[in-house]
């Protein structure tokens, strides 16, 4: 399996291919991730994830580095010009964005045993011309959690709960960049949230602008200043990924995971190999350990994403609730009709602008 | 008549240990919470514990941060007090406008904002295709700290008696022997003042850090930025705080004893004084 | 020594200053030629991207719809010359503390004054968010002493302009009371003496001969804390809230969290400008004699 010197799907690439062999690579890899997704063995590792567990069994877990980022536009920035990392973990939206920069290279699948048990579905939301620049592993939605202690029933209807100046304080949204724009569009009921025209792009600015006051704070860190504010009852009202629905629930909190009448975000992310990587085939293991079953299953059962390994059958999931209410079973959930899967934009650098803006007033 | 009557000197006594307090308040509270048996820094005090300060110190991520400062402050002060004597030497002999523009030259870091210079020096990296790296710190802090060698050794260089120099050169020695034997001893006062000034700017700055560590090896600054939002970590933060702390100001207590008693011994008590003076108004623009 | 040789030494003594402007050049000047150049577009660290002349950030900057940022910038320049007056104000009685009434221990004092200014910037701003948070010392005090409910916590303690103001005001304090003291030391008290001999009060004497004397130590510390505080940022980004961030902030979020450098590169350069500016019109007030020459040539 690591025979091969050189990999028959990149040949297009200019230099030839002579890699060294996994045991002369230095065995340090720099990886761009989200708080939380740590290989367990590593010291960072302090949420409760288990994959990872089968490379740092192999390699220990010391030689990975771990940068952060809070969201994808950040990562965007730090792939660019803070690099170069080895692996990088972003959403799927911004794949075409790390191809034309060069920051990635496509993997070689036939390195990684797991793969045949991913998702065709995911798996070719992960190519580019026919390559496989992203290796799919987690998706799931975004929405409002909210405590149905302290918010009306009759306010949680839609996106524009995060308007609402009664709970003024209480609400903190994330500092999402782009995230925060799709959201404002929906709220406004603009059909394509990512594809906004100007005169779009300025009125959800300008909304935006309007909601700013009633946040608490924008969190950046889910573990570091989300989680903590809402289970200190800080804040009532937070955008989040379905995670937090089961930590809070577990810290004892009521709340409950809005399903807006213009419908939740979803949202698919995965692997992406660094283009100048000395770690070709380390990088390889770490996202085999990640992406087989075991792994997977865990991590759903832990925060209830999905999983882009379909061989981990609901069955499996201990939520059983949960598991319908989200539809884990099905990762074609995140393109139905009546969510909005986070998709390229192609004026993002627009977007960002505007959101600096939104920071700025 | 003096000055200031009796209420006066009251109320200005009053206002300065006030104003004492203050000042050292936040000091006193991260000493009292380093050793305070609570996760949380909040009263009432839960009990004496030196927990935290074992804890902080198997931090491996927070003493390799540590030292890591430590080692780019030191690397700083030895490279900025060098190049802050070069420039001295080079600014005695000038005259007029070369000296005019050269001293411009040579301080305008203080007037350039530090986050200005950092995503300056950031693009630098960018455009010469060099990623971040501990070697690109080193040169940051140099180049900011460069200005405070030049304002403290260039005062204390101009003071020196040339006729000494002189003297060597006329007995036969070269240019640098004379440097090293009659100039440097006399000058090593201000060259530990500077050592110190760079030192203690470059461990505690943070913007260019920020932009131009590694992402696997955060200096001190950067490693409290992540951390201060975190409440596990601030215990750890704390504690390690507290020394550094400590430490800073046993330096400062031991730095300036030393260098007066040295001032003392080759200089005349009148003239330490002034040039204590002197040296206390360079920290003024050393925290930015 | 002859006096060919002596020119020929201070020609090569001279060139020592070669290598220090050879750093300078190249890591403060260059780096500002290229922030320039980001800020008009000929240069970008987006790979692929081209890049033609472009004065539309500027533009957006300057006139158009990037008002966000001329409002923060405006914010920034309301909050550095607030600190900036009431840091001036408290300091001077520090000054005239230590030269009129401590006399003889007035340089141990002074250096107690600067002492904690040799330790940690981030340690301190660090311990203010300890000591203002919502469960930090100042509202565990209250709820201790029961004047307020326990849990119930001042909100425009932390997180607010409050907090960074004074954060601000507590690192520039000692600083500025420094060239103050200077002048009022090198004052001549014979012009006091005269004053009192002709008659004149206390108050008199202060307000009519020590105050303007001092005036220039009081000017040069208003620009001590001044111009410093206008690129400021790290104090917002640890106990200020999201209203409460300075221009400085704004050029930090644009480097690291937003993948296009060219708008920041426009906000970095006007601060550049900025501060220059200022120094140019303050600048005048802060004399040092580096320009003198060697000893007995004032």
Redesign the interface.
Known sequence: MLGACGSSSSSTTTTAISRPSISKEPGKL?ILEWGGYEADGT?AQVDGLKAGKDYTAKFGGGGI???YI??D??A???A?????FDIMHPCHENLP?YV???LVQPWDTKLLSSFDQLNPFLVQKGQIDGKQYMIPWDWGYGSLLYRTDKIDAADATGWELAWNPKYSGKISLW?G?STDFEIAALKLGYPKMDQLTSSQL?NAKNTL?TQ??L?K??WG?EY??MQ?AFKSG?IWITYSWQDALVSMRAAGLPVAYLDPSQGRLSWLCGFMLGAHTNEYYHAHDYVESFINHDACAQMTNLFYYGTSNDTVKPSEIQNKTLVTALDLGNPRAIAASDVHLQSWSPN??QV??A??????? | MKLVGRFGTLSLNLYFWLFVAFLFAPLVVLVIFSMNNSMTPTLPLSGFTTKWFHQAFSN??LTGAVVRSAAIALTTAVFATALGIMASIGLMALRGRALTFAIAALLLPLVVPYISLAVGL?ILL?TFGA??SLTAVVLGHAVITLPFAILVLLPRLRSLDPAMNEAALDLGASAFGAFRLITLPLIVPALVSSGIICFVTSFDEFAIASFLAP??QPTYPIFLYASA???ALLPDVIAIGAIVIAASLLLVVIAEAGRRWAERRLVGAGAAVQSALAEASVPLIAHR | MPRERRRWLRFGRGAFVLPPLLLIVVLVLVPIVFIALYSVGLRT????QPTPFSLADWKDFLFG?????R??FVYSMEITLFVSVVTTLAAYPLAYFLSFVARRHRYALLLLLLAPFFTSYLLRVIAWQIILN?NGVVNSVLWSLHLRPRGNAVSWLI?SNFSVALVLFYTWVPFVALPIFVVLENMDHRLTEAASDLGASRTATFMKVTLPLSLPGVVAGFVFVLIPTTGEFIAPLFVG???N?LFGN?IQ?????????N?GSVLALTLIVVVLLLMLVFGRFLSTDLRAGPRGNP
């Open positions: 720099s010291k580095t771990y940068t809070i969201n536009d950040q965007l920035e730090k660019t010009s803070s690099g170069p964005d034309s920069r060069g500092n960049g300025q602008q700013k006051p946040n704070f924008y860190s570091g200043q903590p800080t993002r650098s960002d602008l959101w600096q803006e939104v920071l700025a007033s | 491996g991520e950031l960018q990623g971040p992402s696997g939002r975190t409440p | 660290n987006i790979p692929g719809g990037g008002g966000a940022f409002g923060r919502n997180y809230g999201p209203n961030q704004s979020a644009f480097f690291s969290d937003s993948p296009d450098w708008y």
